[in-house]
């Protein structure tokens, strides 16, 4: 069931507006809200976090075990789908960077860095700067969109998913210091795993001479974050360069792109091999 729920979510994403119905986070940003302005959980950032993440995925495993003995199991399938679904990123890169990749197509330095700023949150202090931060942004959100996800899915199942997602919301909404860094910590523990099984990925799909001489020596360093093991080991795959204008540059985020797709179907493949063989 699960390989099918997988393929059942690229459907979905790929072909409906189903994933935007479906990733509401109003309700449980109100309860964010809530807990952070308690003044008893100010206090206790662990205790806080438990409510916003524990709860929910202590409530969604009590359901799944529900189903499980329910028409054999089937009726959990539309759950596992919904919060795979709403598990995975929001937005769409692709089109974040549309703004990105014209300005840039353009030479217009100036504007470059005006809708990077705006749209994908990435600043530079020079043009070659920027556009390998900008490739780092397309890296990093692709993995932690829907490489991550779906590696948890495959892995645990949808409880991990949901756990995945929300901390992940809440590093990224939270507003107190203490509760932000102890979502950031558990997400890093989330990361570390699926982030250098995506890295092996990119080293099998692109130039796995590059991937090992940039990251042989981190790829067991528990310091390193997601998001700079996933930037080093993606360029170095892509062989993208440091500093391109115009239509060069752009190459290089197809080149990003490509390889990118290139692992997801590793992955979809590995993950067929392995349901078969279960």
Do not use: C
Request: no cysteine; hydrophobic share 55%.
């Amino acid at each position: 069931m699960s390989f099918l729920v997988l393929l059942l979510a690229v459907w979905v994403e790929k072909f409906s507006a189903g994933r935007q119905r479906i990733q509401q986070d109003g309700g449980w940003l109100r309860q964010l809200a809530r807990v952070e302005a308690a003044p008893s959980m100010q206090a206790s950032p662990w205790l806080s976090l438990a409510l916003l993440v524990l709860v929910p995925v202590l409530l969604l495993g009590v359901l799944l075990l529900l189903l499980k003995s329910v028409a054999y199991g089937w009726l959990a399938l539309p759950v596992h789908l919904l919060v795979l679904i709403y598990g995975l990123g929001r937005g769409d890169v692709l089109a974040a960077l549309g703004p990105f990749r014209d300005a840039w197509r353009r030479d217009d330095t100036e504007a470059a860095y005006l809708v990077a700023a705006r749209d994908l949150g990435v600043q530079a202090d020079e043009p070659g700067e920027l556009l390998t931060r900008v490739q780092g942004y397309l890296l990093w959100q692709a993995y932690q969109s829907f490489f991550a996800v779906i590696f948890w899915y495959a892995l645990l199942g949808p409880v991990a998913v949901l756990a995945y997602r929300l901390l992940a919301l809440t590093t990224e909404q939270a507003q107190q210091v203490a509760l932000r860094e102890r979502a950031q910590q558990l997400r890093h523990a989330f990361d570390w795993l699926p982030a250098r099984v995506l890295a092996s990925s990119f080293a099998l799909v692109g130039d796995f001479v590059s991937v090992s001489r940039a990251l042989l020596h981190e790829l067991l360093n528990w310091q390193i974050s997601a998001a700079q093991l996933v930037d080093h080991a993606g360029r170095a795959a892509a062989n993208t360069p440091a500093s391109a204008p115009g239509d060069i540059g752009l190459h290089s985020l197809d080149s990003l792109w490509e390889m990118l797709v290139r692992s997801a179907l590793l992955w979809y493949a590995g993950f067929a091999v392995w349901t078969l063989l279960l």
